[in-house]
């Protein structure tokens, strides 16, 4: 299991000792997926947050008519799980599917609470993980409101700079509040711009 990624990642915000990388080492599980795979399916327990160590991850909520909604994607280097659900333990609402080939390194949810208590260098890492996912969703949220589609999707691929070639038009148009073919329109209209 290669997590030279993850403490590049942690080391960004807490300095970690060769101890506390070994036990952290010791708790994570590796978990390949392939592209279209279900990783956690709605209705089940939330078990684990999931970290990407290569690929892309979605995340979505599918609503009563079969519509799926995209809450998240998650590209390498970043983490992904169902938080109301890891926090309290009902079964999480949202299904996570990966968008191509890649390999998930899974934190246990009773692990994480060990490591917290345990580990108060790791408790901050999170603390501020945690604090910036709200900050982004909240910023997410106004830019819904307060910017335009296009100005939307130049947001997500500057934010996702690849992504588009593992994701179907119609989850870009989900995370970005718009039909599949208004997206397509945006597209249209930024090409015939730049040329």
Same mark, same amino acid.
């Given at each position: 299991?290669?997590?030279?990624?993850?403490?590049?990642? #942690?080391n960004?915000?807490?300095?970690?000792d060769?101890a506390?990388?070994? =036990?952290?080492?010791s708790?994570?599980?590796?978990?390949?997926?392939r *592209?279209?795979? #279900? #990783?956690v399916? $709605?209705?089940?327990?939330?078990? &684990?947050?999931?970290?990407?160590n290569?690929? =892309?991850?979605? !995340?979505?909520?599918?609503?009563?008519?079969?519509?799926?909604?995209?809450?998240q994607? $998650?590209a390498?280097?970043?983490?992904?799980?169902?938080?109301?659900s890891l926090s309290h333990?009902?079964?999480?609402?949202?299904?996570?599917?990966?968008?191509?080939?890649g390999?998930?390194l899974?934190?246990?949810?009773?692990?994480?609470? *060990?490591?917290?208590?345990?580990?108060?260098k790791?408790?901050h &890492?999170?603390?501020?993980l945690?604090q910036?996912?709200?900050?982004?969703?909240?910023?997410?949220?106004? *830019?819904?409101y307060a !910017?335009t589609?296009?100005?939307?999707?130049?947001?997500?691929?500057?934010?996702?700079?690849?992504?588009e070639? &593992?994701?179907? *038009?119609?989850? #870009?148009?989900? =995370?970005?509040?718009? !039909?599949?073919?208004?997206?397509s329109?945006?597209r249209?209209n930024m $090409?015939?711009?730049?040329?």
């Amino acid at each position: 299991m290669n997590i030279n990624t993850l403490l590049s990642h #942690i080391n960004q915000f807490v300095t970690m000792d060769a101890a506390e990388a070994e =036990y952290l080492n010791s708790l994570l599980i590796t978990r390949p997926y392939r *592209q279209g795979e #279900i #990783i956690v399916k $709605a209705g089940e327990p939330a078990r &684990y947050l999931m970290y990407v160590n290569t690929g =892309y991850v979605m !995340t979505y909520f599918t609503d009563n008519d079969g519509d799926d909604h995209v809450i998240q994607f $998650a590209a390498e280097g970043w983490w992904a799980g169902d938080l109301f659900s890891l926090s309290h333990q009902p079964n999480t609402q949202y299904t996570t599917r990966g968008m191509c080939d890649g390999e998930l390194l899974l934190l246990p949810r009773l692990a994480q609470q *060990q490591l917290f208590e345990d580990h108060i260098k790791i408790e901050h &890492y999170f603390r501020v993980l945690f604090q910036n996912s709200v900050i982004r969703h909240q910023m997410r949220f106004v *830019q819904s409101y307060a !910017t335009t589609a296009e100005q939307r999707y130049l947001a997500f691929v500057e934010t996702y700079p690849a992504m588009e070639q &593992y994701v179907p *038009q119609k989850y #870009i148009a989900s =995370y970005l509040g718009i !039909t599949p073919e208004f997206l397509s329109k945006i597209r249209k209209n930024m $090409a015939r711009k730049a040329s």
